[in-house]
């Protein structure tokens, strides 16, 4: 395993983390989430492996992941050698508090993910989304008050407008507060909208991108069209608001990992990931493992230097779109 600083602080994460959002308690919306026992393999292997950056959030399984996170820390490993971070801000369904970034919402979503936890403090604590309705000073004085009481140690952020993540670091910069050293972004080899403005603005800040689905939700995985496993039957095809997640031309894309993949002799999730690394604002994706090969590819991804010709094929194909799920 490799390992870098997240953004320009001084945090030393894994380069690649493991998303936790695969552990929980399965609901009809998530029939592939792994229980305590399930996930346990999954956990050892992360260790086995140097992938000591775990993300989960408050939202995954309502609750559960935190807890079953949690029971792993203290199962498998030490709490000081894992990098822990969570996130707040979808409804929790825990009265007026339970959602959103007001500084009710913060104070009260992070005790609660302390106590789900079972730690003292959460190493990265992130903001799920942007929150239109709450003043961004308000949000992040409070979100500055967390740290400053020894609750978490450094703040993210995730999927937004690059406009909007700017105003907040202009606004902590501007008080004094904490500001924020990761951007939590969905970015892959048919979402690369993250590349017009907020990768730029990334580097700029030095701040470290962590992205999730990196991986396309599998789709870069397999050849096209193939939906054999439980999550690619169960992925959507559209956000919330009907944003398509996949286009007809992605098939181009998605032939090109193949073709790649078989040259090199290596799987076609090796070569996707390689290509995500290769980002130089990339300093740990998420990987959400319900299987041991999960994780190893990733993991093997880091030995894979793809040649510019290797990246201009993987390239050449991509469609521009609507950013999704926000």
């Keep these: 395993m490799e390992y870098t600083r997240l953004g320009a602080s001084g945090l030393r994460v894994s380069r690649i983390a493991l998303g936790c959002m695969s552990f929980g308690t399965p609901r009809e919306i998530t029939p592939w989430t792994l229980g305590d026992e399930a996930a346990e393999p999954i956990f050892r292997q992360a260790l086995d492996l140097g992938i000591t950056f775990w993300d989960t959030a408050n939202i995954y399984g309502r609750g559960t992941s935190e807890e079953i996170v949690g029971r792993a820390l203290r199962k498998y490993t030490r709490r000081d050698d894992i990098v822990l971070a969570t996130k707040l801000f979808m409804p929790m369904g825990e009265g007026p508090g339970g ?16 106590r789900r936890l079972d730690t003292d403090y959460i190493d990265l604590y992130q903001i799920h989304r942007f929150d239109p309705e709450t003043p961004v000073e308000e949000t992040m004085e409070a979100l500055h008050d967390v740290v400053k009481a020894g609750k978490v140690r450094y703040l993210g952020a995730s999927s ?10 202009y606004v902590a ?27 730029g603005l990334l580097a700029d800040q030095g701040v470290g991108s962590i992205p999730w689905s990196p991986l396309a939700g599998g789709l870069v995985t397999r050849p096209w069209g193939d939906r054999s496993t439980s999550r690619g ?30 040259a090199r ?16 604002v990339v300093d740990s994706p998420i990987v959400g493992a319900t299987k041991a090969h999960h994780l190893a590819d990733a993991a093997a991804a880091l030995d894979i230097e793809l040649t510019d010709d290797e990246a201009t094929a993987l390239e050449e194909h991509y469609t521009p779109r609507e950013p999704t799920y926000f």
Aim: glycine letters at 4%; a negative charge.
């Design 160 to 169: 937004m407008w690059a406009w909007r993540f700017a105003t907040m670091q």
């Design 233 to 262: 039957q169960a992925n959507p095809t559209t956000d919330q608001q009907g944003r398509p997640l996949f286009l007809d031309s992605d098939k181009a894309t998605v032939d090109a990992v193949q073709r790649i993949a078989e």
């Design 265 to 280: 002799g290596v799987s076609m999730a090796q070569v996707a990931m390689a290509w995500v690394l290769r980002n130089p």
């Design 99 to 114: 959602s959103g970034l007001s500084r009710r919402a913060v104070m009260e979503q992070v005790d609660a993910s302390l």
């Design 173 to 199: 910069d501007a008080n004094g507060w904490t500001r924020f050293v990761s951007m939590q972004d969905q970015y892959n080899l048919v979402q690369r909208e993250e590349e017009r403005e907020m990768f």
